[in-house]
């Protein structure tokens, strides 16, 4: 009998041992984010912040672990792997969110949003909408950010549609949208990945491409591309975006404050953004590039040409951009505009 009741005190005593110890009092939850931008970069360093700040929130409760520089695949495969929980976050751009929402596609219409300030009031009356879309394809938004707007980058000056129309101009598959809106308005496009861009310009392939300033400079397209005008072509979105599986495994208690963090970055990026463009262009004058200010008249033109070609891009059984959020961007920006 007594060394049944030792059998049993012992083990009463290891249970409670177990209950106490640190693996069982703090369960760690990992969540493996995926960012296509470089660790070295601002955008890089204001995710690594927020993994330790979810760290901090969550007393290390919860672990990011950071994949930069896209060590966990393009866009295509990341979707992917978020699909299969392989992958729990993703830092994506608007091409990424467009396959969770295609109606996101409709900010990137060519032409459309004009600047800043257009876009800022845009996504602020169809982000909630935009977000209940994804939760509904079971993915959550943590955080939506401008990273930056397309330019023209060409080898000759483009003022106008028609400069345009007399040159090969270069499009991404991994941007369909795009490619498929130029196609439609008649101009020479030619297949040209990101990654290929110099190569195509300097052989002569193509002469003039659609990318960001900071790409830009970072790739020495301007290099070759020594020309850029300075119309706003589409804005690049970027966002974080997390599968519902991993969010409902994330406690309750800990939510709010996981978002205020989320949305602290969201500010910081943006901000970062506008001085990395500013930065990127100042350094590219300074090496050789010529920004060409183009006229309001000249402006004007490209807007009224993109305008005869909207009924082939939102029309017909399958549109390049949806149709219910085109229009409602388009009303938002005709109620802005009358109001300037």
Partial sequence: ????????????????????????????????????????????????????????????QIVMKVFHG??????????ALLRSNQLQAAVLTTMGLGT???????????????????????MRRIKPDLEVKMQQNGFVTLAWANAGWVKLFARSPVFTPDDLRKVKLGSSQEQPELMQAFRQMGYQVVPAELNEVIMAMQSGRIDVTYISPVF?????????????SSINVAPFMGGILMNEVT???????????????????????????????????????????????LTPAQNQIWYDETDRYEERMIGGVKPIFNREYYFRIKNILTEIRKGK
């Fill in 216 to 228: 830009a400079a970072g790739t020495q397209v301007f290099g070759v591309a020594k020309n850029m």
């Fill in 70 to 79: 896209g060590t966990a695949g393009g866009e295509a495969q990341t979707m």
């Fill in 100 to 122: 969770v929402t295609p109606e996101l596609m409709s900010v990137s219409y060519p032409f459309l949003i004009r600047d800043d300030a257009e876009l800022e009031e845009v």
């Fill in 1 to 60: 009998m007594k060394v049944l009741v030792n059998f049993r005190l012992s083990f009463v005593v290891l249970i409670l041992l177990v209950l106490v110890s640190p693996v069982f009092a703090q369960r760690v939850m990992e969540i493996k984010l995926s960012s296509l931008v470089p660790e070295n970069t601002p955008w890089g360093q204001s995710i690594n912040r927020l993994a330790a700040e979810w760290s901090r929130i969550t007393n290390g």
């Fill in 247 to 293: 969010w409902r495994r994330v406690p309750e208690r800990f939510k709010p404050a996981l978002l205020e963090a989320c949305k602290n970055v969201e500010k910081e990026i943006e901000t970062t953004i506008a001085k990395l463009d500013s930065d990127a262009l100042t350094t590219m004058v300074r090496h050789g590039l010529i920004v060409h200010q």
